[in-house]
């Protein structure tokens, strides 16, 4: 080998990067395009079920995909357009309405066995984008959902109706803030429930109640480190009832609200109660259940005390 030869090949090296670079800025300006077509018949459900669905599915189920500026470098950007792509053609939540209801459960169905099994989404998509993953909590919102969609009948029109009164008072209520209504015990209602995350959710076809279990931080903690039998003190339950709505094309929502339950831990203050502070609301007005009654609690201990081994909670926590 001459000397000649080595300074070439530092030169080659160099054009070869230089040339690649040239490329990888050349090949952002090849795209396939990505339409975003008007929403005409998006898919609807309660909120929190919803929630999920657009936060994890709507980049590649809907009309409605949202690159982020890392999506948009090649050549990562050609996987995403095959992924938006392919999953609408399979599933699109933005032409949700224009499918007949049998195989809106069809889908649906499908999509909660996908997320089940690990398949969606798609594991390349979540590790970057991780607030797309579905937890096992989120899962078992919307199994509650298909479970409801599938076996539920249409809803009364008094049902309705009694929405559409609650909505438009609301609607001329939010304004105007009022004193919290306080049960017999001493608890008053707590607002920020809504907040909180969701523990599980369940429903009873019985009486057509949509029922979602909230915890405190507290809660979710003593959740995550599996101190949960007992529950720590300060943690609060929040049991939320509402109407369940079918309409005459199989759509589920909540309907109007029935009433909040709480559970409030603290060993020394209920003692006498279990070690949980109990209280109900009922109707949109927030009405104490048990006014005039003090020892009203011991209809909800007694209720509860099949599950004395349990820290006399039904609920059993989907790990977070
Ligand atoms: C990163 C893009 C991406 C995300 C996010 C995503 N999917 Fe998909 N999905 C696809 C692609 C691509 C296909 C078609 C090819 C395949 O099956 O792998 C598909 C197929 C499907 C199918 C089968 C559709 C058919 O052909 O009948 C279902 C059901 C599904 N996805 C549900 C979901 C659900 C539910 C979510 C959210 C929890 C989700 N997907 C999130 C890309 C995605
Ligand atoms: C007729 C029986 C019964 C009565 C009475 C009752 N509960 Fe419950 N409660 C249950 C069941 C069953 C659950 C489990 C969740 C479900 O199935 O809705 C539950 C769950 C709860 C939860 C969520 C935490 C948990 O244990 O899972 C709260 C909070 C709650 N009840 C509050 C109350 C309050 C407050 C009262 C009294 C005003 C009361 N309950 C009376 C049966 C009852």
Redesign the pocket.
């Known amino acids: 080998m001459s000397t000649k030869n080595k300074r070439p090949l530092k030169t080659k090296l160099l054009f070869i990067v230089a040339l690649l670079g040239v490329c990888f800025i050349l090949i952002q300006f090849a795209r396939p395009q990505i339409d975003s077509p008007p929403v005409k018949a998006d898919f609807e459900a309660p909120a929190e079920v919803k929630n999920i669905i657009t936060r994890a599915c709507y980049d590649c189920h809907s009309n409605q995909t949202n690159l982020r500026w890392y999506d948009k470098v090649q050549p990562i950007y050609w996987q995403v357009a095959e992924h938006v792509k392919d999953g609408r053609k399979g599933l699109n939540f933005s032409n949700w309405k224009n499918m007949a209801p049998a195989d809106q459960k069809a889908k649906l169905w499908e999509a909660v066995n996908q997320i089940a099994e690990g398949a969606m989404p798609i594991k390349s998509y979540t590790m970057v984008h991780t607030e797309a993953k579905v937890p096992a909590s989120d899962l078992a919102i919307l199994k509650a959902y298909l479970a409801v969609m599938v076996h539920s009948k249409p809803a009364d029109t008094s049902k309705t109706n009694a929405l559409d009164k609650q909505y438009q008072k609301w609607q001329k209520a939010k304004t105007a803030h009022t004193k919290l209504p306080v049960e017999p015990n001493g608890i008053a209602y707590i607002p920020d429930y809504k907040n909180w995350q969701v523990i599980s959710t ?1 429903e009873r076809f019985d009486n057509g109640t949509m ?1 979602v ?1 909230f915890g405190n931080d507290i809660a979710i903690k003593a959740v995550k480190e599996h101190h949960i039998n007992p529950w720590p003190n300060g943690t609060i ?3 939320v009832a509402w109407d369940q709505l079918q309409d005459t094309a199989g759509n589920v929502k909540t309907g109007a609200f029935k009433q909040v ?3 409030i831990k603290d060993d020394h203050k209920y003692a006498s109660t279990k070690g949980w502070g ?3 609301f009922k109707t949109p007005k927030m009405v104490p ?2 006014a005039g009654n003090a020892l ?2 011991n ?2 201990v ?3 005390r099949p ?1 004395s081994n349990n820290d ?4 059993m926590p989907v790990k977070h």
Do not use: D
């Not at 006399?312 to 609920?315: A, N, S, W, Y």
């Open positions: 369940t029922r279990i339950f929040a049991k339950e709480y559970m109990f209280a109900r259940y048990a009203f609690a209809e909800c007694n209720c509860h599950m006399f909670v039904f609920t």
